[in-house]
């Protein structure tokens, strides 16, 4: 499996990898965004976009089942040969992943799969130095 990873467009960078599309609309500020492949069976759809959370997790739940973990893995394995990527980002607006559907899809891949998704959002663990 190609390396997987989530993060948000504000985030993203060249250097981490191949760039997905897992929102409904691309970033202006980002023009080559409307040039990048697409995953929709991954992307939230509107008719609940805007539910309460518990709804939300539920349809997106829903939705990535419908789909199932073979279909999502060849899909985004595909992306990444297409493009020679070792590793593929997939991307929505949301900077606050704990909030963001880029989260669950995440532990979904685990659950299903055994991939491990990492966010690149967050900022890195820093460091402790304890006296010992």
Request: with cysteine.
């Amino acid at each position: 499996m190609t390396t997987l990873h989530t993060a948000a467009y504000g985030t993203w960078q060249p250097a981490f990898g191949q760039p997905v599309v897992a929102s409904l609309t691309t970033p202006r500020w980002i023009p080559e965004s409307a040039s990048w492949p697409r995953c929709m069976a991954i992307t939230p759809r509107w008719s609940y976009k805007k539910a309460p959370a518990e709804e939300f997790a539920s349809r997106y739940l829903e939705q990535l089942n419908r789909y199932g973990p073979k279909m999502i893995t060849a899909e985004l394995e595909r992306i990444g040969r297409e493009h020679e990527a070792d590793a593929v980002v997939v991307l929505c607006y949301e900077h606050e992943w704990t909030r963001c559907h880029r989260i669950q899809f995440a532990a979904w891949m685990i659950e299903t799969t055994g991939v491990l998704v990492t966010e690149l959002s967050m900022p890195p663990p820093q460091a402790t130095l304890f006296d010992v």
